[in-house]
């Protein structure tokens, strides 16, 4: 069964000089592309590793090609990179970029580095169309879907402005293995990834091939807030992580919070899940729980929560909300968070709090939103001054 997406999509086929940008397409359609323009088959191999191994812009400098194979992948092609439109950094070396594709369009794409490896929060639409109501991005209409290579274009943007492609002793740059700081991908950022199947699966497929990107699908995660029809597909198709947002145990509730439940309930949902190919106690499922003060933290939201998840493979990721300029929530108490995982890590699920990081440039889990709404400067004063008291007298800081 498949999904009916009504979201505009936008193909920058070509840039201003009637260029092709060759990001974003698969190997297949690179190597038909070169082909049309009187290139042998065997360059698409060598000019996929330029891009997506070395992360080459320059066609100039791909040292294995000829001179005149060269010029005319200049003549004809481009390797764009989105417009970073504000690029901001966190006191805790989250690092948030504001992109902007071709057509004036932006989307926020999110670094969080850790200590032995740095996840990227990836967008996969303008805006979102779920509405989510603790969800900053939910309160910005969806615009369109981005295009694979919009989506492949985030990952390559961040490497560049995190020096993270592999070393190379012929360019001189780069980095060790061991040293990478953007080893894993979240597609957790702007929209919802499943609604946008098509682009998202082509993007992934690029950013896992093994002689390009090379990111493993053990290492990608797709978030979900519970497009049932299109779950199996997603597994059997690219065998990536799953993570589901959940944030309820009641119909009752979800249906208020997360309003896809009304079309695909609890029920469909986790019957989805118990289904996904390939899961199994080493390969488990996230499900996202946001707690919210005196909505969703009770002790008996705790006990019903391990009911519903008994018999899947599971992890519950436990999210304190973090605030955004006219949220209808607050974050639940430390003390009601502790308690809550406690309960849910005897009962045999691991529960870990997400530790928040980048609230102060507002990059945060559910805070992210294009700057074609922006926050004023007494708004951004006042959620400064919330997060600050909350974070005091929470133990968050």
């Known amino acids: 069964m498949g999904i009916t997406n009504h979201a505009k999509s936008f193909a920058p086929a070509l ?24 290139l042998e088959p065997f360059r698409a191999k060598q000019v996929w590793s330029w891009i997506y191994f070395h992360g080459l812009r320059d066609f100039g400098k791909m040292t294995t090609l000829t001179k005149p194979a060269r010029e005319k ?12 439109s504000r690029d901001q950094k966190s006191s805790d070396g989250t690092r948030k970029w504001l992109l902007r594709m071709n057509d004036g369009q932006e989307v926020e794409t999110v670094h969080i580095p850790e200590e032995d490896r740095g996840a990227l929060c990836v967008s996969s639409q ?7 109501s603790f969800c900053h991005t939910g309160t910005q209409k969806l615009v369109r879907n981005l295009e694979a290579g919009e989506i492949v274009m985030q990952i390559m943007q961040a490497r560049d402005d995190l020096g993270d492609w592999p070393a190379s002793r012929s360019l001189g740059v780069g980095r060790e293995k061991d040293n990478r700081v953007l080893t894993n991908i979240v597609m957790m950022g702007m929209g919802e990834p499943l609604f946008n199947y098509e682009n998202v699966a082509k993007a992934l497929r690029i950013v896992m091939h093994n002689e390009g990107i090379a990111i493993s699908k053990r290492k990608i995660t797709l978030s979900t807030s519970g497009v049932v029809p299109m779950i199996e597909r997603c597994g059997e198709e690219l ?38 190919p390939g899961v199994s106690n080493s390969r488990r499922i996230t ?9 969703n933290d009770s002790m008996a939201d705790a006990k019903q929560l391990v009911r519903l998840l008994k018999g899947i493979p599971s992890k519950i990721n436990l999210i304190p909300f973090n605030p955004w300029p006219g949220a209808p929530f607050e974050c639940s108490e430390w003390e009601t968070i502790e308690k809550f995982g406690d309960f849910v890590n005897a009962a045999g699920f691991a529960s870990p709090v997400r530790t928040p990081r980048g609230r102060d440039i507002m990059a945060a889990c559910g805070q992210l939103k294009s700057a074609s709404i922006r926050v004023s400067a007494t708004e951004r004063a006042a959620i400064d001054k919330v997060i600050k008291e909350k974070e005091a007298a929470q133990g968050l800081a």
């Open 15 to 38: 840039d201003s000089d009637g260029k092709q940008n060759l990001i974003g397409l698969g190997f297949d359609e690179l190597k038909a592309a070169l082909i049309a323009r009187g």
């Open 73 to 84: 992948l200049a003549e004809h092609f481009t390797i764009a990179r989105p417009a970073v």
């Open 126 to 132: 303008v805006g979102c169309t779920l509405t989510c």
């Open 239 to 276: 065998d990536v992580n799953l993570a589901v947002s959940l944030h309820a145990v009641t119909d009752e509730l979800r249906d208020q919070i997360v309003p896809i439940n009304r079309k695909y309930p609890i029920k469909e949902l986790l019957k989805a899940c118990r289904e996904y």
């Open 287 to 295: 499900f996202e729980y946001v707690m919210l003060k005196g909505i």
